[in-house]
């Protein structure tokens, strides 16, 4: 089994598996503009949307050939479609903030919801009027369509934890489990999930902020920036391990070394399939929005300023089927990510409980994820934290 990384895009092979399911995951070279052709819908995304049985149903219904170039994170199909991209793909994929910054720099177009009539199968709170982010700052145009969703929440041992210290960020600094905690190696997330506690003890919070804006995690003022340093140095001593990848965060939950674990739901969706099956002998427990607020994601479908109107009636028909319910029901259980459609109705019910179909007011309640307001002083602030 491969080795899954810290991304929140790895595949969840482990949930898959116990699913029954497999992707299909093509690999394909970068498109250029000679090989590009109007029977080709192409697509620069993340690998693991491309499945065998959606491609084919894609193809069939349009006669149009699938081809997908893949990526890891948002700066790196930003900078394949700023140097150029928008000539060589008709989709591209982003999360959280990214589809505003697309859509400023003239890379993407609008989204015309009245071609996607499997809108209304999305929850409401994914929808542009609810959740912002898919509308430009003006809130005049469509930018992008939804996809799938997670959080960086606290996976807990419920055998281990006590209820009455479950639910607050500030778990991840209470004495009594010292040696039982990890956390990744990231200092994005490790910086903007503690920034969050550290503001609601400035009480920062809710206060008006400079910029004019709601509070983010990633724009945190140099108080909120202290004292999220002073925390993580004390949550360093509390820590066993930080896991450099799921399958050690596997390992140290199932054997018992860590009790909780602050991570995109991944471990959590394994080992509540092993519980299922019996093969641990404890439960767990996700809390995606901690009572000082959660980190999360939903990622998003975009049309490219370079795809003309015949491409973009192709991209249309594409997220349209995308949106169905019978194909997200094939989404979310071969990613093992959240799905901002309702499929409840298509799945088991403790599938219902692991892919967080009941969870959709949390997931649009979370601060999205986004890019360090100063990544120097971020940076400097983890090394300082290292060293300690």
């Known amino acids: 089994m491969k080795t899954r990384s810290l991304t929140r895009r790895s595949v969840l092979a482990g949930t898959a598996a116990a699913a029954g399911l497999a992707a299909f995951r093509p690999m394909a070279p970068f498109i ?21 049985e959606t491609i084919a149903e894609f193809e069939s219904s349009t006669g149009a050939s699938f081809s997908p170039t893949f990526f890891d994170g948002n700066s790196e199909a930003f900078n394949k479609m700023k140097v150029g991209g928008t000539k060589d793909f008709d989709i591209v994929q982003a999360d959280g903030f990214w589809p505003r910054l697309y859509f400023r720099q003239g890379l993407t177009q609008a989204v015309d919801y009245a071609k996607l009539p499997n809108t209304k199968n999305v929850f409401p709170e ?35 934890i006590a209820p009455e210290d479950v639910g607050s960020i500030s778990l991840l600094l209470n004495e009594k489990y010292k040696g039982h905690f990890s956390s990744n190696s990231r200092f994005e997330e490790n910086i903007a999930q503690m920034g969050i506690l550290a503001a609601t003890n400035l009480g920062t919070i809710d206060k008006p902020r400079e910029d004019g804006q709601p509070f983010n995690p990633y724009h945190l003022t140099d108080a909120e920036l202290a004292e999220t340093k002073k925390l993580l140095i004390a949550q360093k001593k509390l820590l066993l391990t930080r896991y450099q990848d799921y399958d050690a965060l596997d390992r140290l939950m199932r054997g018992g070394a860590i009790w909780a674990a602050p991570e995109f739901a991944e471990t959590y969706r394994h080992l509540k399939v092993m519980r ?4 641990i002998d404890f439960d767990v427990q996700h809390v995606l929005k901690p009572k000082e607020g959660g980190l999360g994601w939903v990622d998003t479908w975009m049309i490219s300023s370079g795809a003309d109107s015949e491409q973009a009636e192709l991209a249309l028909k594409w997220i349209n089927l995308y949106l169905s319910k019978e194909n997200f029901a094939r989404v979310v259980r071969s990613t093992g990510y959240g799905g901002t459609v309702d499929v409840r109705s298509l799945l088991k019910p403790e599938e219902i409980d692991l892919y967080f179909q009941e969870k959709s007011a949390d997931a649009s309640q979370l601060h999205m994820f986004d890019q360090p307001s100063s990544p120097e002083k971020w940076e400097r602030i983890w090394s300082d934290v290292e060293a300690s």
Request: overall charge positive.
């Open 126 to 160: 994914f929808l542009p009027d609810k959740f912002t982010l898919l509308a430009d700052e003006k809130g005049e145009h469509n930018v992008a369509a939804p996809n799938c969703w997670g959080g960086y929440g606290i996976t807990v041992n419920t055998s281990k």
């Open 32 to 52: 250029s503009n000679a090989e590009a052709a109007a029977t080709k819908l192409r697509l620069l995304m993340w690998q693991p949307y491309a499945i065998k």
């Open 276 to 279: 299922a099956e019996g093969k």
